[in-house]
């Protein structure tokens, strides 16, 4: 969003209403804002009461420029409290709910909002989105897919459908009853490729929406049908970073093109690309983490070693965590296991370190997972 959507001219407009904030999470010394706003996954826009310093609206995940300011324009009536129609009040304190990420509670706003706005509501796209959101959030993987299921055949192509569709397949992907999850990709999977050839997606969203629809193939055992799905989307990112007008803009990519390629089993195809975004975003950890990920699928373990150590000079927090579990599996790699099990000691050790609103815990995860497969415990 930082390459593509907040430089965009119809956010200027907004500038003598709001004072924008850009908060790296990844820096220690934010732990206190993050400790106030707590974050569930990036991006996340916050629209904040300066006066009480609380935040009014939460929107996780992408969203285009006239959907970044119509949320600025949402959080700026909340904070006024003016006088508002029964769904835009419920919108309001659904918006104020997933803020304190009361997220069942949310997504019970927002059906009132919902009810109450009815078919030619101008929030409706929003809400609905924003229901599938809450439920995933909330843990509850049946409930999103039934929120889905709800509202997805009623929204028009365009960016609240993909998303909201990407949302119910990844939640239809964690059911653990094969019945029923073939069932809820069955009923979504005609909706997200519907979505998908909706002009005016940003590149994120289709992306996104690409990911989980090679996915749900994969699932239901049609192997082939996921490879096509791979080769398109990689081919789609490969036109997107070609139109790219900075390096920022095209290396904003190279996580989901590396995840295509690996996908596709190609991933000596995004070499160029990475070693490219390295040389240009010299202080960016990102294209050396990336590559050292590419070069461990391509078995060549030291380089994959020197890559991550590259990426680890830069990264701050919690990325350092995930940096250091890369290292960790090509030290593995090259037969050097007491250096691996030191480097995931380390891992954890500097993930226990941090705010616990910083600690990353899919990574902790992985270091514990892959110090146990390696005969180590943690300290």
């Keep these: 969003m930082r390459a593509h959507v907040l430089p965009d001219a119809r956010l200027a407009r907004l500038a003598g209403r709001f004072v924008w904030l850009d908060v790296n999470t990844e820096d220690p010394r934010n732990a206190a804002f993050l400790a106030s706003f707590p974050i569930d996954a990036w991006p996340t826009l916050f629209v904040v009461d300066p006066d009480a310093e609380r935040a009014v609206l939460r929107w996780t995940g992408t969203a285009t420029a006239a959907e970044v300011a119509a949320l600025a324009t949402d959080g700026e009536r909340a904070v006024r409290a003016g006088r508002l129609s029964t769904a835009d009040a419920a919108l309001a304190r659904a918006d104020g709910l997933m803020a304190e990420r009361?997220?069942?509670?949310?997504?019970?706003?927002?059906?009132?909002?919902?009810?109450?706005?009815g078919k030619g509501w101008p929030g409706r796209a929003r809400a609905a989105e924003a229901l599938v959101q809450a439920l995933g959030f909330a843990g509850d993987a049946g409930a999103c897919v039934a929120g889905a299921r709800e509202v997805v055949p009623r929204l028009a192509p365009g960016s609240a459908l993909a998303r909201a569709t990407a949302q119910g397949l990844a939640c239809a992907l964690e059911l653990d009853e094969r019945p029923a999850r073939?069932?809820?990709?069955?009923?979504?999977?005609?909706?997200?490729?519907?979505a998908l050839g909706a002009p005016g997606l940003l590149a994120d969203d289709r992306s996104w929406l690409y990911g989980e629809l090679a996915s749900a193939r994969e699932a239901r055992g049609d192997a082939k049908g996921a490879h096509a799905l791979a080769r398109d989307w990689l081919l789609f990112l490969e036109r997107e970073a070609?139109?790219?007008?900075?390096?920022?803009?095209?290396?904003?990519?190279?996580?989901?093109?590396?995840?295509?390629?690996?996908?596709?089993?190609e991933p000596r195809r995004v070499l160029a690309p990475l070693l490219a975004s390295e040389r240009?975003?010299?202080d960016d950890f990102v294209p050396p983490a990336n590559l050292a990920s590419a070069y461990l699928e391509l078995g060549r373990a030291a380089d994959a070693l020197g890559a991550a150590d590259r990426a680890l000079a830069l990264a701050q927090g919690p990325r350092r965590i995930r940096v250091l579990v890369t290292r960790a599996r090509a030290l593995e790699a090259l037969g050097n296991r007491v250096a691996a099990r030191d480097t995931l000691r380390r891992a954890l050790s500097d993930a226990a370190a941090l705010p616990d609103a910083l600690r990353p815990r899919g990574p902790v995860a992985d270091a514990e997972r892959l110090l146990g497969a390696l005969g180590g415990a943690a300290e």
Excluded: N
């Excluded at 009361?102 to 706005?117: D, N």
């Excluded at 139109?243 to 095209?250: F, G, S, V």
């Design 182 to 194: 073939a069932a809820a990709l069955a009923a979504l999977e005609p909706a997200g490729r519907r």
């Design 280 to 282: 240009d975003l010299p």
């Design 102 to 117: 009361r997220h069942a509670e949310a997504a019970a706003a927002f059906r009132e909002a919902l009810a109450a706005g």
């Design 242 to 265: 070609a139109r790219a007008t900075t390096p920022l803009a095209r290396a904003a990519l190279d996580g989901q093109r590396l995840e295509a390629a690996l996908r596709l089993g």
